[in-house]
């Protein structure tokens, strides 16, 4: 069984930072990518961004661009968010996704990294919250 374990989050200040991770562990498997979602209350689950091992391709969502970055290590299967200038409007709850479903080209990936249900595997969230 394969397990995700976010930590880093946490209470911050509007315009603060945090670094969350998620390390995956259990039975030795290979990711083809790892990423974040995010679920405000009363809101849906959103793609934050994603880290597809293979070229090193990171994606984000156009409106998180500039103040969240991914990073990762593939050989530990860990997945890194470090995010900046922090708005009360990023309060959520985090999520580590993992998927280990191969795809043909970098375009079909990016189509379907922002589909939740696409994902093998997810944590089971860390808080953020930034107070304003």
């Known amino acids: 069984q394969v397990q995700l374990v976010e930590s880093g989050g946490g209470l911050v200040q509007a315009g603060g930072s945090l670094r969350l991770s998620c390390a995956a562990s259990?039975?030795?498997?290979?990711?083809?990518?790892m990423g974040w979602f995010r679920q405000a209350p009363g809101k849906e689950r959103e793609f934050v961004a994603a880290l597809r091992w293979s070229g090193g391709n990171a994606w984000y969502e156009d409106s998180l661009k500039g103040r969240f970055t991914i990073s990762g290590d593939n050989a530990k299967n860990t997945v890194y968010l470090q995010m900046i200038s922090l708005k009360p409007e990023d309060t959520a709850v985090y999520y580590c996704?993992?998927?280990?479903?191969?795809?043909?080209?970098?375009?079909?990936?990016?189509?379907?990294?922002?589909?939740?249900?696409?994902?093998?595997?997810w944590g089971q969230g860390t808080q953020v919250t930034v107070s304003s």
């Open positions: 259990g039975r030795t498997f290979s990711s083809y990518a």
């Open positions: 996704a993992a998927d280990i479903s191969p795809y043909p080209n970098l375009g079909s990936w990016i189509r379907a990294i922002t589909t939740a249900s696409v994902w093998d595997y």
